[in-house]
């Protein structure tokens, strides 16, 4: 079964259930019905048939009360409502019969009240299921009921008893029977367009209930508006590794409450970096972090979004670590490694937990990239194929370039381009926070802050990018 047909499957058994819940008072809706038929009964001129009318009246109070009590009780099956159809549908044939073999009723009389009435009242019953079947097979049934009543003449007298009939009468049945067939077929298209509405909200809320299991609520939110899926897909996107260097050993020597603490505010500052530039969290390993920029949504600055990302986020946790420092505690120090190409991302499934994640050689080499920043004493390795989608005139003099460096845990060489650990510093003029720009819509430009003198002369901050209408 594929996952959309699955998927189908699992809001028509929802649909199914939210049905069962509202039998109850469709079932109700009976009593409507025969609080119709009772009156009908009760100022009925016709003393013959009235025991019959008294009958059938309880016998239809009877099926209502079973219906009501089949609901209550929890013994309700949906393939009771065509049961339901098929009694209610021959009570409307019956009274018109009735009234045509009555030798003084007309045909307009056996086709009027009260077999009309019921006929639309039942017709509105049958309705309330949400179902076109139900619906459908109440009309037929009464509508063919109907003509084959008015044709019994023709069976026994033949076709003279039709020339018999004034042309008032058959211009009267005419017309009410084409308004039932009318109310009819609107009533069916009413359903379906209605069950057609309620599927699709049925699946917008599945889908962005099954959104909300991996991503935060605003980026659930913005993955359903866009239209993402959680099925398995090939698609080109940004990935970046960020770490803390030697958070094993400093692990060793803090109190498990303080590393509680440390990595808290440290996924805080990543989490909030990242969805600034349009990104999402993957996962958490450890002190490690995998982001994905333009997935599921294709995103046409992904390589740029995890540049930036990879420079600004940098800067943050620098900052952040100096402040660390000021308040007597371990200083910090942190890796980075970024790669642009293809990846094979959606739900993985499993017999117990199922994952939302990208897989592939791209994710493999943005995590040696960023094992890479040890090897090369770099804040951040980012790829050459990552380097050729970013736009013009972003190297700065700090970045440097390895031709055929060798990646650990790959045979292949590569190119890669890093920006060295004793890059130049900057300081901000505002506490180096990423949270104006966390909360920012997308497509809105960011929050640039003012940078003032820096540790060393002449300071620049160079690694970010011209804004280019961003």
């Not at 003084?104 to 019921?118: E, N």
């Not at 069950?195 to 099954?210: F, I, K, T």
């Not at 994710?363 to 040890?374: T, Y």
């Not at 104006?436 to 003032?452: F, H, I, K, L, W």
């Amino acid at each position: 079964m594929t996952p959309s047909s699955r998927a189908r499957t699992e809001i028509d058994d929802l649909i199914s259930v939210v049905e069962q819940r509202n039998e109850l008072r469709t079932a109700l809706w009976r009593f409507v019905a025969l609080f119709v038929f009772a009156l009908s009964v009760a100022l009925e001129p016709d003393i013959v048939n009235h025991e019959i009318h008294l009958t059938l009246l309880s016998a239809y109070a009877a099926i209502t009360f079973v219906a009501v009590s089949l609901v209550i009780t929890r013994l309700f099956r949906p393939r009771l409502n065509w049961v339901y159809v098929a009694v209610d549908a021959s009570l409307v044939i019956y009274l018109t019969a009735e009234h045509l073999l009555d030798p003084t009723s007309s045909l307009v009389d056996a086709l009027a009240t009260p077999s009309l009435v019921m006929a639309f009242v039942l017709l509105s019953h049958a309705s309330m299921r949400m179902r076109a079947g139900p619906v459908a097979a109440f009309a037929i049934i009464v509508i063919l009921g109907s003509l084959a009543v008015a044709l019994l003449p023709v069976w026994e007298d033949g076709f003279e008893a039709v020339f018999r009939l004034s042309s008032e009468e058959v211009q009267a049945a005419v017309v009410r029977l084409a308004a039932f067939t009318v109310v009819a077929a609107i009533q069916i298209v009413l359903v379906l367009d209605i069950r057609r509405l309620v599927q699709e909200v049925v699946a917008s809320s599945s889908e962005r209930a099954n959104l909300a299991r991996f991503f935060a609520p605003q980026t659930a939110e913005r993955l359903a508006t866009g239209g993402a899926h959680l099925g398995l897909r090939r698609q080109e996107a940004a990935i970046l590794f960020v770490d803390i260097r030697g958070f094993t050993g400093l692990s060793e020597t803090m109190p498990l409450e303080e590393i509680a603490v440390l990595l808290t505010e440290y996924r805080r500052r990543v989490t909030q970096a990242v969805s600034g530039y349009d990104g999402i969290v993957d996962k958490f390993i450890g002190d490690g972090v995998m982001a994905v920029f333009g997935f599921p949504l294709p995103l046409a600055t992904a390589a740029r979004g995890a540049f930036e990302c990879a420079v600004e986020l940098s800067y943050f946790l620098e900052v952040w670590s100096e402040v660390r420092m000021r308040d007597g505690k371990n200083p910090l120090s942190f890796a980075i490694g970024v790669h642009y190409g293809h990846v094979i991302g959606g739900v993985i499934p499993g017999e117990l937990h199922s994952e939302y994640t990208v897989i592939g050689d791209s994710v493999n080499l943005a995590a040696r990239l960023q094992a890479m920043c040890k090897l090369t004493d770099a804040r951040i390795v980012i790829s050459d194929e990552l380097a050729r989608k970013l736009p013009r005139h972003w190297r700065t003099p700090e970045w440097q370039t390895l031709r055929g460096a060798t990646v650990p845990g790959r045979s292949e060489t590569v190119d890669v381009h890093l920006l060295p650990t004793q890059a130049s510093k900057i300081q901000s003029s505002q506490p180096q926070d990423p949270d104006r720009n966390a909360a920012r819509p997308p497509g809105e430009p960011r929050v640039v802050r003012p940078v003032t003198a820096a540790v060393k002369p002449e300071p620049v901050r160079p690694h970010r990018m011209p804004s280019e209408g961003r």
